[in-house]
Nanobody, 115 residues
Framework: QVQLVESGGGLVQAGGSLRLSCVAS????????MGWHRQAPGKQRELVAT???????NYSDSVKGRFTISRDNAKNTVYLRMNSLEPEDTASYYC?????????WGQGTQVTVSS
């Protein structure tokens, strides 16, 4: 089992910034991918960004240039720095941990961007 605990969500004005954190614990494998997905009300959950244990990153087109994903392998923690936030970024943000044999999700943290 792997547990994921997200933090850092909140209410911010358009143009502002937030940093999300996700700490993984439990049966962590050294080779893994961690990432962030989001789901807005009435919409499907979508990929935001991922990062491999070697540091390879991938971003959705909607957040490229505004969001930065990073990780601290020693702390089993992944971060999402979100700049230039827009009302369209309002959603619940979920952390995900994936290996060839594991797939876990966090409980989510709410991000609300006011116009």
């Amino acid at each position: 089992q792997v547990q994921l605990v997200e933090s850092g969500g909140g209410l911010v004005q358009a143009g502002g910034s937030l940093r999300l954190s996700c700490v993984a614990s439990g049966s962590i494998l050294s080779i893994n991918t961690m990432g962030w997905h989001r789901q807005a009300p009435g919409k499907q959950r979508e990929l935001v960004a991922t990062i491999t244990s070697r540091g390879g990153t991938n971003y959705s087109d909607s957040v490229k240039g505004r969001f930065t994903i990073s990780r601290d392998n020693a702390k089993n923690t992944v971060y999402l720095r979100m700049n230039s936030l827009e009302p369209e970024d309002t959603a619940s943000y979920y952390c995900r941990y994936i290996t060839v044999i594991q797939d876990y999700w966090g409980q989510g943290t709410q991000v609300t961007v006011s116009s």
